[in-house]
C-alpha cells in the first residue's frame, strides 16, 4: 500500500488529534483547559502503570 507524500500514516494521526483538539477547545467550548490537563495527566499515569506492568 502506498501512502500520501504529505504524511506518514502516524504523522497524519499527529495531524488528526491536533485537528479534533484545536476544534474542541476553540469552536464547540465543550473542551476547558483544566480538563485537557487532566485528562493529559490521567494518560500519563495509566502510561506509567501500565510500562511498570509490561517490564515485571
Given at each position: 500500500?502506498?501512502?500520501s507524500p504529505i504524511f506518514t500514516p502516524?504523522?497524519?494521526g499527529v495531524v488528526a488529534a491536533f485537528?479534533?483538539?484545536v476544534i474542541?477547545?476553540?469552536i464547540y467550548r465543550e473542551l476547558t483547559l483544566k480538563a485537557l490537563y487532566?485528562?493529559?495527566l490521567n494518560a500519563?499515569?495509566?502510561t506509567a502503570v501500565m510500562r511498570a506492568a509490561?517490564?515485571?
Amino acid at each position: 500500500m502506498k501512502s500520501s507524500p504529505i504524511f506518514t500514516p502516524t504523522e497524519a494521526g499527529v495531524v488528526a488529534a491536533f485537528y479534533a483538539l484545536v476544534i474542541s477547545l476553540v469552536i464547540y467550548r465543550e473542551l476547558t483547559l483544566k480538563a485537557l490537563y487532566n485528562a493529559i495527566l490521567n494518560a500519563g499515569r495509566m502510561t506509567a502503570v501500565m510500562r511498570a506492568a509490561v517490564q515485571n
